[in-house]
């Protein structure tokens, strides 16, 4: 094992939990009965080397290896991992012809011992009638917990992979992936393992803490503004996680006109393949550029120097959290993850939003989470005592409006507050309003938005709300409303 994994993979030493698991793997291939093997689910943190771990038994094992991922950028990350080896594998996707499969199960028969795919293709049923003809030693699903998170809602096909393991009969389930709770080690022992014989599994769990990841919520009024604030000052090469592709598109673009000067893309997964195989590489390159990306980017890829992670929107999950912030410092040195905190939808219901707008330690609630105590934290805004620098933006509004009832609308207070330079602002403002370029650094338009929808939210915290002359239709709501 020692010697394979400097000579194939550059690894010098190995730890204790990665010997660990492929002894068992290795010793397990072995077995002439059935009884004695044990199937593996293991979960250890982002970095710390799980593909070695079902790598190098593949390259051992008498059988072949069925390894399955989520994402297109994780299937071509591994198999230039491979290529670079010098290990030969195939590879079944989306899209390929009947002569390319042909050519590929060719390959298998001929000896290539590591075959990558997806669940959507692996559970097709030509596919699998035709896999079923060989000896399949393992079974790998890495980034396991997407069959508790995804499988349920839009990737369906990952419930199908009980089927997939009962046809193939693979001799060893293993299951990797850096964060699972106790219930999607539950579903992920449902999934694969209900439709065989023999269910016997071990759990090897490491400790899910990231010690050189800084924890951090960032205050503001405006989020797309909290983004760009932490773009001018973050270290970078930086991933800007968004719930939506829309969302991701139009902070791209927002940043973009603000900084042109920095390199910046966005990644979802409704981009061409040759797209994202394009972006995909470029930010593996960059030493200093900005991905905008839904959830589609990042699990598993090995990009190590990512020093900044920062979330528009929070996943739903602490799970999901550990997954995503997990993208950044694979190299073990420090990055940050930070948490756009807004007054603007603030009450809507997730699992972390009281972790990232209360005062407790955001790293042991996280972990807490996840079912894992630890005594002390080794990094975050709570425990340091670092709170973001931020206007209490909330109070110059009440007070703007409280002072010139019934006067502006949500763009010229924005126009106001940003100190616009029309005509009609400055003569009107310049000298007489106290209000005027007190928040310089805002783009007028993201606070307009966010002002809107402040008031569209809190109304009757604010009370009296203010109509300008072109009697703003959301204004005039709210204040009918109210009165």
Known sequence: MIEISEKKFGITALKPFQILVMHRILEQDDYSEETQIKHQIVILPTGTGKSICFLLPATLCKGITVIIYPLLALMNDQIKKLIKSNIKCCCLRGGQTKKQREHIFSELKNGVKILITNPEVLC??????????????????????????????????????????????????LCFTATASDSTIKDIKHCLLNNIKYKNTLTVKGDMDRENIFYCAYRAFSREQGVLNLIKCCEKPAIVFCRTRLSVMKMCTTALRHFPETEQRYYHAGLKRDERERIENWFLKSNGGILYST??????????????????????KAEEYLQESGRAGRDGKLSVAYVIVSEIRKKKNEELTDIFTGTNCRRLELLRKMGQEKDECTGCDVCWGIKSDVKPEVDIIKKIISRYPLRYSASSIASILTGSKDRKIISECEKTNPYYNILPEYDSDLLQNSISQYVKENHRIIGKITLGKNKDVLFRKYWHKEN
């Open 124 to 173: 097709q049923k030509k596919i699998l009638a035709e896999l079923s003809n060989f000896n399949i030693s393992l079974f790998v699903c890495d980034e396991a917990h997407v069959i508790s998170t995804w499988g349920k809602s839009f990737r369906q096909s990952y419930l199908q992979l009980g089927t997939a393991v009962s046809v193939l009969s693979p001799k060893q389930v």
């Open 295 to 316: 959830c589609a980017y990042g699990m598993g890829v090995d990009k190590k120097n990512v020093r900044s992670i920062i979330h528009f929107d929070l996943p739903n």
